[in-house]
């Protein structure tokens, strides 16, 4: 069975950071690819980043210069190292695989202006 867990949320204040995690279970990590999405309350989930299996990595713009997303084959984990957070950021984040399409349950952060 496939599983996504992720932690590292919290409330943080405007400017500051946060170090999100997803750990994952029943893959074989290393040749799967995984995103970060987010979503605001009200809000439509919105893809934040991508890190394809080759390390290769992709972000949204409105992130891209604040926020990196990163993995640990050894650990089966993926990262997303968010900087310089805004009040805009706020929301549950969620991390998925591609292949199969599973979804974490989400963790909220929130950041205060």
């Known amino acids: 069975q496939v599983k996504l867990v992720e932690s590292g949320g919290g409330l943080v204040q405007d400017g500051g950071s946060l170090r999100l995690s997803c750990a994952t279970s029943?893959?074989?990590?290393?040749?799967?690819?995984i995103d970060w999405y987010r979503q605001a309350p009200g809000r439509q989930r919105e893809w934040v980043a991508t890190i394809e299996s080759t390390g290769i990595t992709k972000s949204a713009d409105s992130v891209k210069d604040r926020f990196t997303i990163s993995r640990d084959n050894a650990k089966n984990a993926a990262y997303l190292q968010m900087n310089r957070l805004k009040s805009e950021d706020t929301a549950v984040y969620y991390c998925?695989?591609?292949?199969?399409?599973?979804w974490g349950q989400g963790t909220q952060v929130t950041v205060s202006s």
């Open positions: 998925a695989s591609d292949r199969p399409r599973v």
């Open positions: 029943g893959l074989i990590f290393s040749i799967t690819a």
